[in-house]
């Protein structure tokens, strides 16, 4: 691999065949066993990413995000640790890392969100659980559960018995 195309920081902490994807820009971060990282990501510090995911391209992972094993995530997912950013403090001075705090976000195992989603910070996404392309997810999205939409709502659940992928195409609820 061309070390000039990937930014990867000392102490970034990578797990066994990780797999890394160009112009990536990774520090303070882990990243478990057999997880593959695409092209043009960062994943910043303190930020987990576990074994066996998949980071697809164009996909922002801030501090504070914690994601379990065999989680995918779609391309240009974001995710977003600050619930009121600012630029600068009440004085006017640009922010520093003290000026505000960092809310934790955890996507549990097996989860999958789809391209172009966007997940605010204090949320938990349950095992088994898939978000739909584009969604905005603002609260906590139940394991087995599909949602979808701005902001992401439930579409029906994933039988909690099955892998079974035909299961996931079949309405089980629907609000």
């Known amino acids: 691999m061309n070390e000039n195309l990937v930014a990867v920081a ?5 797990g066994a065949n990780v797999k890394l994807g160009k112009f990536i820009n990774l520090y303070g971060c882990s990243i ?8 043009f990501v960062e994943i910043q510090k303190n930020a987990e990413i576990g074994k066996n995911c998949k980071i697809s391209s164009h996909s922002f992972i801030c501090d504070g995000v914690v994601i379990e094993d065999n989680v995918f995530v779609g391309h240009n997912v974001t995710f977003i640790n600050d619930l009121y950013p600012r630029a600068t ?11 505000w705090a960092c809310i934790r976000t955890t996507i549990k195992r097996n989860a999958s969100i789809g391209s172009s989603s966007t997940i605010l ?16 997810v603002t609260k906590d999205v139940q394991p087995y559960s599909i949602v979808a939409g701005n902001p992401a709502r439930l579409l029906r659940t994933i ?13 089980q609820s629907t609000i």
């Open 32 to 39: 478990g066993d057999h997880t593959k990282i695409g092209p």
């Open 89 to 99: 403090t009440s004085s006017g001075e640009l922010q520093v890392e003290a000026d």
């Open 121 to 136: 910070c204090g949320v938990t996404v349950g095992e088994h659980a898939i978000v739909g392309a584009g969604s905005v």
């Open 159 to 171: 039988p909690k018995e099955t892998d079974d992928e035909s299961a996931i195409s079949q309405p």
């Open 10 to 14: 000392d102490d970034v902490k990578l």
